[in-house]
């Protein structure tokens, strides 16, 4: 089953608790000093686990004012979904959604990784379809 690899181990759930505390502990100190925190994005096979850290914090102190800033790749292909469903999750559940846009940086290494694990490329065809998301997640 392609979901009994995506299980973390032992070793990876301690490093996703202490990834948590260490994010918890930024978010406390930025609340307390009244400025904002912003959490840049990286590679395709990390950003679930850093989306879903940054999501729980914004759920915490996101609730009056955009404390959390997460990040939007917009040269990945599902950049509008993702930040479509951020801004419902956020709306239904009554707090702040706060998001960097960006273009990305990392699309050669998501490309090569892609096509080596015969995978669909996530990047977008070209440097135009990048910009017309990145317009398109603006608005």
Known sequence: SPFGNACL???EE????????RLSS??????ELGVRLMVDAEHTYFQPAIDNLVLGVQ??????????????????KDA???????????????????AKIVRGAYMYQERERAEKRGEP???????????????????
């Open 9 to 11: 181990d032992a070793e």
């Open 14 to 21: 301690q490093l996703l608790d202490a990834m948590r505390t």
């Open 26 to 31: 930024l978010v406390k100190i930025a609340d």
């Open 59 to 76: 759920r915490e102190y996101n609730k009056t004012t955009d404390r959390v800033y997460g990040t939007i790749q917009c040269y990945l």
């Open 80 to 98: 509008p979904r993702r930040n479509k469903l951020f801004m419902q999750q956020a709306e239904e559940e009554g707090w702040v959604y706060a």
């Open 121 to 139: 490329d996530p990047i977008h065809d070209t440097p135009q379809d990048t910009h017309d998301c990145y317009n398109a997640v603006m608005r």
